[in-house]
């Protein structure tokens, strides 16, 4: 049954809502058996749902939530994870937290520390680690050593930022760790899990929202301290971002051999020796996706009737990006709408046919839920061509013409009445289809919409103006 909510956030969520069991479970798999150090990233356009599958992955190996230890409200509707293994000890760590740290590697080093309880671990023992010592020029990791041997001292979290750039001022020109410091490392890290059997697994998510020189830090923080035998670390990233970014950070330069793209792809690669892209989801997926959502939210009179009347609506057309956040958009804007107008049975003003006897009744679509999808569609995402329809809700013939034309690229390019359409991009040409990002915002989704649409667009005007009088 509905609630009283208005609208959705966009907190992740540990529930599989784009039906991604079989990629989720690969990647456990993956991260039980492969033989580390190992590095994997999960790659996806922002608001893909990066997060989410992080959090799965999180959640199918420990049984837990990330951000507060305890199990999913949800897990008592499933048979629970079902990669749970007792040898994966995870670390989360949100990486756009501490970008601005001189050196984001110590914020990890320590959120290491606290979500390992080595205090708790260790306070109590006598023997001591032999010469674990091992990183004194990182001040703040001292601490950890002497939880880990049995010290009385805890860290500080108020104390990252002093410690880093102390830390850098006086050692970033100084050669890295020896081996020696790397075996005493490994050995207190394998010390701290209880075992050669288990492996730490540290979750690092948010890197692509990072300033340039903190993702390039992190990383080769990362590959010098956590290049561990017992350590595999999985990246949530738009590896388009990480490029971008590690061009910039390095200052690469295309040679004759390799363009500066390539150049910051094989650094990645040397980080993460996996890449796998989240699957995009299909159009019954998306159109489950948001359906579901809108079930939760207040839409007023419209309860008995938007269920089938915009099922089937996105059951005909594949208007919706491919974006899990952008969806949640889309969401809280058609309850904003259906909370605001009534839009009765849909049962009147059927697309395409007009009226029809009730055997063609079901095959048909309702004109006002049609024009309720488009228009919120364009509200979300199509600022420009959004503000002329509410100027002139006459300006729908444009858009009509737009979606039908066998070269809408040129149309706007010649004719100024088309302005509005500068910022888009076309998704076909004529019945030809586009390559287009299914993911971003900016992609016209409404060509075969309009298309059936202006047979039956009859006094729509009006409609359209009821749409735009909604003032929130």
């Known amino acids: ?33 492969c033989r580390p150090p190992k590095g994997i990233a999960i790659n996806g356009y922002w608001g893909t749902g990066k997060t989410s599958a992080l959090m799965q992955v999180y959640y199918q190996l420990s049984g837990k939530h990330p951000y507060n230890g305890e199990r999913p409200n949800n897990d008592e509707k499933n048979a629970g994870p079902s990669e749970l293994s007792k040898n994966i000890v995870p670390v989360w760590f949100e990486a756009w937290r501490y970008q601005h740290e001189a050196l984001p590697i110590v914020a990890l080093l320590n959120e290491i520390r606290e979500q390992l309880d080595l ?67 490994e050995e207190a890290v394998r010390q701290s899990l209880g075992g050669k059997s288990k492996r730490l697994v540290i979750f690092v998510d948010d890197l692509d929202r990072c300033t340039p020189a903190a993702a390039l830090r992190l990383l080769e923080g990362i590959k010098v301290y956590l290049n561990l035998e017992s350590c595999v670390v999985i990246f949530g990233m738009d590896q388009r971002q990480i490029e971008r970014a590690l061009k910039k950070a390095l200052d690469l330069n295309d040679t004759a051999e390799y363009s500066d793209d390539n150049q910051a792809r094989e650094y990645l690669e040397k980080i993460c020796q996996d890449i796998y892209h989240l699957p995009l989801p299909d159009q019954a997926a998306k159109s489950s996706y948001f359906m579901k959502l809108l079930s939760t939210l207040h839409v007023g009179k419209n309860e008995k009737h938007y269920q089938r009347c915009l099922q089937q609506v996105l059951k005909h057309y594949d208007c919706l990006p491919a974006n ?62 959004n503000e002329q329809l509410e100027k002139d809700p006459s300006y729908i013939d444009k858009v009509i013409t737009y979606a039908k034309d066998l070269d809408p690229t040129e149309l706007v390019e010649t004719h100024s009445i088309y302005r509005p359409f500068q910022t888009i991009l076309p998704a076909m040409n004529g019945d030809t289809k586009l390559p287009a990002n299914p993911s971003d915002s900016n992609v016209f989704r409404l060509h075969d919409v309009f298309r059936d649409f202006d047979a039956s667009l009859g006094n729509c005007d009006r409609e359209i103006a009821a749409f735009y009088a909604i003032k929130s």
């Open 1 to 33: 049954m509905p609630t009283n909510k208005l609208s959705h956030n966009d907190a992740p969520v540990v529930e599989d809502a784009f039906q991604q069991k079989a990629f989720i479970q690969r990647i456990c798999k993956v991260v039980k058996e």
């Open 119 to 185: 205090w708790e671990k260790f306070k109590g023992e006598t023997e001591k680690l032999s010469g674990v010592a091992w990183l004194g020029t990182l001040s703040v990791f001292d601490e950890v050593i002497k939880a880990a041997s049995g010290g009385l001292f805890s860290p500080k979290m108020g104390n990252l930022q002093k410690a880093g750039n102390n830390w850098e001022a006086q050692h970033y020109s100084q050669p890295l760790p020896t081996q020696k410091i790397h075996n005493l490392f």
């Open 324 to 385: 899990p956040r952008k969806i949640k958009a889309l969401v809280n804007r058609t309850s904003t709408v259906l909370s605001a107008l009534y839009l009765g049975d849909g049962r009147d003003n059927l697309v395409k046919m007009g009226a029809a006897n009730k055997e063609e009744e079901k095959l048909l679509i309702s004109r006002k839920y049609v024009l309720l999808m488009a228009l919120t569609i364009i509200y979300c995402f199509h600022r420009q061509l």
